[in-house]
Nanobody, 125 residues
């Protein structure tokens, strides 16, 4: 069965950095586009970034462009999200999943509803 495990979140100050990791097992990782979503209490999940299959194209939410970078290590079945210059509005729980990676908006749409427990990012001002 498919298992999704996110890690790497934490508490950082404004302007700080984190690198999130997501390991997905139970499927052929490089057969799918992958993406990161985030969610705050009471709000819907929003797509933050995605990477296509093959890993030739990325797409980002406007508010994170230039600050976040999505990447993958297909050999390790691992997806990454580098978060730089963090802002209080980046505070959320972050999730990764299989996606249809858009070329404009929306950034991505989730496929198959495979979700992990997420990893919390909290940015203090």
């Amino acid at each position: 069965r498919v298992q999704v495990v996110e890690s790497g979140g934490g508490l950082v100050q404004v302007g700080g950095s984190l690198k999130l990791s997501c390991t997905i097992s139970g499927l052929d990782f490089d057969d799918f586009a992958m993406g990161w979503f985030r969610q705050t209490p009471g709000e819907e999940r929003e797509a933050v970034a995605c990477i296509s299959r093959p890993r030739t194209r990325t797409n980002y939410l406007d508010s994170v462009k230039g600050r976040f970078t999505i990447s993958s290590d297909n050999a390790q079945n691992t997806l990454y999200l580098q978060l730089n210059d963090l802002k209080p509005e980046d505070t959320a729980k972050y999730y990764c999943t299989l996606v249809s990676c858009g070329s404009s908006r929306p950034v991505a749409e989730s496929l198959f509803n495979y979700w992990g427990q997420g990893t919390q990012v909290t940015v203090s001002s």
